[in-house]
């Protein structure tokens, strides 16, 4: 008999640690991705490669884009991987009108500012800690990203802050929920929703943005990562939206794109 329960016990703690050895992959197993998935190369033509040799690829001259590294003791939380940071800063070499839903450190708009040209206007919606004292959760909000949005709210100064391309960026400290954007129809190149990721803030924010985005711009949203607890809202958002509205998810990236062209 103690002998058939210590064989249980082994057989669970070797189950549980299967577990939490491969969580990432059965996760993935789990939670299917429902968005269709597409190669960056179908994304825009400034992604194709050129062949360098036979088992070698490279980005063409268009797609080389400036950048830096935020070093892993700024404890910079919510931030782009450098791979989504690389594709933003590319994409951000065409437009000419960008909008951010959230700042945070401000790394992506530091990026979309340095990369963009002269003339290009960066407009931002973000908290800090004077604007998040009294915000409420709305009942259908995951806890987690509601906590989050607390504790990513936490700066009035950013990565750009004193540079010389600060002058491109206009930061508006306000709840996107309280946003007017009537006053921006249909005028953005590229809007980038990293803002909140309750259900609430992320279809408020996907929604106004559906209505200032430009003929031919593109809306990226980020965190689209089934599974993940912090990133509940925006992929049942989006998955529930993307019957209607042709949202695809780039390959190997948390990054969704909808395309006001296609
Ligand atoms: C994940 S961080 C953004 C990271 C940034 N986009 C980047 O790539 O480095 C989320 C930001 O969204 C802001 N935010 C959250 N809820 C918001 C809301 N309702 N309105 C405006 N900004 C919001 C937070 O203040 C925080 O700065």
Redesign the pocket.
Same mark, same amino acid.
């Given at each position: 008999m103690t002998k058939d329960i210590i064989i249980l016990i082994l057989l669970l703690i070797i189950l549980l640690l299967t577990y939490f050895i491969n969580k990432k992959k059965i996760k993935r197993l789990i939670y299917k991705n429902k968005i269709k998935k597409i190669n960056l190369s179908e994304l825009d033509q400034i992604f194709n490669e050129k062949l360098i040799s036979e088992n070698l690829k490279g980005p063409k001259e268009d797609a080389i884009v400036k950048s830096f590294i935020i070093s892993p003791q700024n404890k910079v939380v919510?931030?782009?991987s450098d791979y989504e940071a690389w594709i933003i800063s590319v994409l951000s070499k065409k437009s000419n009108n960008i909008f951010?839903?959230?700042? *945070?450190?401000?790394?992506?708009t530091y990026l979309m500012a340095l990369n963009s040209n002269k003339d290009t206007k960066i407009t931002c919606?973000?908290?800090g800690p004077d604007q998040v004292k009294n915000l409420e959760k709305e009942s259908t909000d995951n806890k987690i990203s509601f906590r989050n949005?607390i504790n990513?709210?936490i700066?009035q100064k950013f990565l750009f802050s004193g540079t010389d391309v600060e002058n491109k960026i206009n930061i508006i400290f306000?709840?996107?929920?309280n946003f007017d954007e009537s006053k921006h129809l249909n005028k953005f190149d590229l809007i980038?929703i990293?803002? *909140?990721h309750t259900y609430s803030?992320v279809k408020n924010d996907t929604e106004k943005s559906f209505k200032m985005i430009n003929k031919n711009g593109i809306i990226l949203w980020?965190d689209y990562v089934p599974g993940k607890q912090s990133s509940k809202d925006v992929v049942n958002y989006l998955n529930e939206i993307s019957k209607e509205k042709n949202i695809l998810n780039i390959r190997h990236t948390s990054l969704c794109v909808f395309r006001n062209s296609d």
């Amino acid at each position: 008999m103690t002998k058939d329960i210590i064989i249980l016990i082994l057989l669970l703690i070797i189950l549980l640690l299967t577990y939490f050895i491969n969580k990432k992959k059965i996760k993935r197993l789990i939670y299917k991705n429902k968005i269709k998935k597409i190669n960056l190369s179908e994304l825009d033509q400034i992604f194709n490669e050129k062949l360098i040799s036979e088992n070698l690829k490279g980005p063409k001259e268009d797609a080389i884009v400036k950048s830096f590294i935020i070093s892993p003791q700024n404890k910079v939380v919510g931030i782009t991987s450098d791979y989504e940071a690389w594709i933003i800063s590319v994409l951000s070499k065409k437009s000419n009108n960008i909008f951010e839903f959230g700042v *945070g450190s401000g790394k992506t708009t530091y990026l979309m500012a340095l990369n963009s040209n002269k003339d290009t206007k960066i407009t931002c919606l973000t908290l800090g800690p004077d604007q998040v004292k009294n915000l409420e959760k709305e009942s259908t909000d995951n806890k987690i990203s509601f906590r989050n949005i607390i504790n990513e709210s936490i700066y009035q100064k950013f990565l750009f802050s004193g540079t010389d391309v600060e002058n491109k960026i206009n930061i508006i400290f306000e709840n996107s929920i309280n946003f007017d954007e009537s006053k921006h129809l249909n005028k953005f190149d590229l809007i980038f929703i990293d803002g *909140g990721h309750t259900y609430s803030v992320v279809k408020n924010d996907t929604e106004k943005s559906f209505k200032m985005i430009n003929k031919n711009g593109i809306i990226l949203w980020h965190d689209y990562v089934p599974g993940k607890q912090s990133s509940k809202d925006v992929v049942n958002y989006l998955n529930e939206i993307s019957k209607e509205k042709n949202i695809l998810n780039i390959r190997h990236t948390s990054l969704c794109v909808f395309r006001n062209s296609d």
